[in-house]
């Protein structure tokens, strides 16, 4: 029985994308060598990258003075390579401290020059999204979490910024509608919601790189891989063909502003069921719920065993709580479908019928 995988990461993928990524393994296209044993600077490689480059264009309406890499070494490189690049030696960053994602970004950036962190919801295990900061305008830029995943808050909209914007958006891309333009670099770890894990995408502007008077080592440095399209070494090829085929499956069904409304529909229902439904309760603020990481716990914590087996029985996997939080989280990225979610609200509604 194929399980409903409601796992925060890596993610569900769609089934499409995975056979085509399998046959692609085997045979691809028909030249009879395997995606992974030709050269990365061949023609048919060569496509693949600039077909998945001209989806993440058009998908997310990237503008063209900004430039789209694929990089290894995950989100958390990329914590360093933020500050490694963008920080001056004598100059501040700002940070926004909304999760333990965030709090690791903001250990990296200490390593690398001055960092203020802004606004933090520690306070409250991170069940809030911090509002109602002033961003300082001689900061070089300020750095947000779009999506924390652990805790299952999510960012609504972004503050007006009189500096540069970067935002990892790791667990949310592609998930709704983003204006591209209002940040100068995104970037995202692709195993949650646009691929498998080993590829990490950037979205950089290209004149925000040579501006911080350092040394940096040439592959942690964006004009590098600006400057190689993403081939200054061998890319993660695998990971971007399955990142490509999973981009091809997004627009077939009508691309972000379709699956943004599919999102929706599938976290209402879910958060219906969690405030309906006696037996459960959201961990998290509401105006700041998540659509991708739906986090609760249970009212009557003993019952969490039974209802962890109920819920294996009916095929759920994945939805065990970060041990930061406890309790239970279902991820409700891109490629899980609706139908899913209907058997957990059901699971979630037949066991506080037994159970009443
Ligand atoms: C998973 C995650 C990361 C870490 O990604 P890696 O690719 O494992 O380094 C960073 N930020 C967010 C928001 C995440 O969800």
């Not at 692609?24 to 693949?48: C, M, P, Q, W, Y």
């Not at 999510?154 to 935002?167: G, L």
């Not at 962890?308 to 991820?331: E, T």
Request: with cysteine.
């Amino acid at each position: 029985m194929k399980k409903h995988n409601f796992g925060a990461g890596p993610g569900i993928l769609p089934e499409e994308a995975l056979r085509k990524s399998a046959q692609a393994v085997l045979d691809l296209n028909g030249t009879g060598l395997s995606l992974l044993e030709i050269s990365h600077r061949s023609k048919d490689f060569d496509a693949i990258m600039q077909k998945t480059k001209s989806l993440v264009k058009e998908l997310l309406g990237v503008p063209d003075n900004y430039s789209i890499l694929f990089l290894q070494g995950g989100a958390s490189t990329q914590f360093a390579m933020v500050p490694y690049n963008l920080l001056p030696v004598d100059g501040k960053a700002a940070y926004v401290e909304s999760g333990v994602w965030a709090n690791k970004a903001i250990k990296e950036a200490k390593m690398v020059g001055t960092t203020e962190v802004l606004a933090s919801s520690k306070d409250k295990n991170f069940s809030y999204i911090p509002k109602n900061f002033s961003i300082p305008k001689d900061a070089a830029y300020l750095h947000v979490t779009s999506n924390n995943t652990i805790y299952g808050t999510q960012m609504k909209s972004y503050p007006d910024s009189p500096i540069p914007v970067v935002c990892d958006m790791s667990s949310d891309i592609f998930s709704k509608p983003v204006d591209v333009s209002k940040f100068d670099l995104i970037y995202a770890g692709a195993q949650k919601n646009m691929g498998p894990a080993g590829v990490t995408m950037v979205i950089i502007k290209n004149d925000i790189c040579g501006k911080v008077n350092r040394t940096i080592p040439t592959m942690l440095n964006y004009q590098t891989h600006i400057e190689a399209d993403s081939l200054y070494n061998t890319p993660p090829v695998f990971p971007i063909y399955v990142c490509m085929a999973t981009l091809e499956w997004l627009q077939s069904i009508g691309g972000v502003p379709a699956i943004a409304k599919l999102n929706q529909k599938k976290a209402a229902m879910l958060y219906t069921e969690i405030d309906s439904n006696p037996l459960f309760t959201g961990t998290t603020a509401v105006e700041d719920r998540s659509e991708m990481n739906v986090c609760f716990v249970m009212t009557k914590p003993e019952l969490e065993e039974e209802f962890s087996k109920a819920v294996k029985d009916a095929g759920i996997i994945g939805i065990k709580g970060h041990r930061s939080v406890g309790g239970f989280r279902a991820s409700l990225y891109n490629a899980l479908p609706i139908e899913s979610v209907a058997v957990m609200t059901k699971v979630m509604r037949e066991f506080a019928m037994k159970t009443a």
